[in-house]
């Protein structure tokens, strides 16, 4: 009896203990508050003219957290601190745009990514004096395909009706190559509309083709112009930098221990470090540097400030896709997210979502 008793005894106690774990578990994945890592990345994260944070990110994490239904708190940081903290799990999450590398992989989970887009190299436009833009186009490959494209036609129209000619009409259009060249003589006058009438067709056929090609001229000749004048006289907006292999010739600039500044140290190109974006393309706007290496999406918002807009362009790396995710020192809470970010994601306003602040899919 007192085995039985006592058996009973620590049956009830073990049930008590039990529930109360379960009650402390559950009060704690209700009510701790997530502490969410956040860092000025417009347009993903960023401070309206209002004072209130905003941006992709921020709408993503809003909806994420509706279905959560647990308090958080927004902790913001610079970035070598906010990687810090995930690894060392200062805070619960990071939903600031990180890019899914392998280093990182290692250090601590991300989450389903939710953009795609590409590094890109901002650098200073230059604009070609006129004079040097008429001498290099001129002398360009463009510009003698145009001409050699319209000298071919020429010659195939002026061998048609040389071709017809030949037999009826020999004083005008003579036999053998030099007859060849009488027929593209009248096809140069003819499509200038220069008419000497030195030269005409008598022959059915001569007369047919010669109304085709008159009225093809006058389509050609029009266009023609346009492309030639174009290609001679256009002052184009153009950086000092036009390829990857140009960054190992100049200044660059990029941020430390962002994915630009690991991809410039794989490629061994050395890069001047900057705190913030801004920093780095007021240092390229003053021509401290000569090109800013980082994410095209964030670069592109910046570029359309009216600091920068019109005295900065940029252009992507294409080999380089970069994967953005939120990211946790804890792999449970990755697990936990992952489907309502995907939700978020897959529903019909992720559209309107990315349209909102200028974004879209690569």
């Avoid at 953009?115 to 200073?124: D, P, S, V």
Wanted: proline share 2%.
């Amino acid at each position: 009896m007192f085995i039985k008793s006592s058996l009973k005894r620590i049956t009830f106690f073990l049930l008590i203990l039990l529930s109360t774990y379960n009650e402390s578990t559950t009060y704690a994945a209700n009510n701790d508050t997530l502490i969410i890592g956040i860092k000025q990345s417009p347009p993903f994260i960023y401070t309206n003219e209002n004072g209130e944070l905003t941006g992709l990110c921020i709408d993503i994490w809003k909806k994420v957290s509706d279905s959560l239904n647990q308090p958080y708190r927004f902790q913001e940081m610079e970035l070598p601190e906010l990687l810090k903290a995930i690894e060392d799990m200062g805070i619960d999450l990071s939903i600031v745009p990180l890019t899914v590398t392998t280093e990182r992989v290692r250090q601590f989970y991300f989450s389903q990514p939710f953009f795609i887009t590409t590094l890109a190299i901002a650098t200073n436009k230059t604009e070609d004096n006129k004079i040097s833009t008429f001498i290099s186009n001129f002398f360009s490959v463009d510009f003698f395909k145009v001409i050699g494209l319209l000298f071919l036609i020429i010659m195939f129209f002026g061998f048609l009706v040389w071709f017809f000619e030949r037999r009826y009409n020999q004083q005008q259009f003579r036999k053998g190559i030099r007859g060849v060249f009488d027929g593209i003589w009248w096809a140069s006058v003819t499509m200038t509309t220069v008419g000497y009438g030195d030269k005409s067709p008598v022959s059915f056929w001569g007369r047919l083709f010669s109304v085709i090609w008159m009225f093809t001229a006058v389509i050609i000749i029009s266009s023609f112009t346009a492309t030639i004048s174009s290609a001679l006289t256009v002052n184009k907006m153009k950086g000092s930098i036009e390829g990857l292999s140009d960054l190992y010739r100049v200044k660059v600039g990029s941020l430390q221990g962002s994915s630009s500044g690991n991809y410039l140290d794989d490629n061994r190109i050395g890069f001047e470090s900057f705190s913030t974006i801004e920093a780095g393309l007021l240092a390229l706007q003053a021509n401290q540097i000569k090109a800013f290496v980082y994410d095209k999406a964030i670069l592109d918002f910046y570029l359309a400030q009216t600091e920068f807009e019109d005295k900065l362009l940029s252009f992507p790396i294409n080999s380089n896709k970069e994967y953005f995710s939120f990211a946790s020192g804890e792999k449970e809470i990755i697990h936990k997210i992952n489907p309502f970010l995907v939700d978020v994601i897959e529903s019909k306003k992720w559209s309107g979502m990315l349209k909102k602040y200028g974004l879209k899919e690569d």
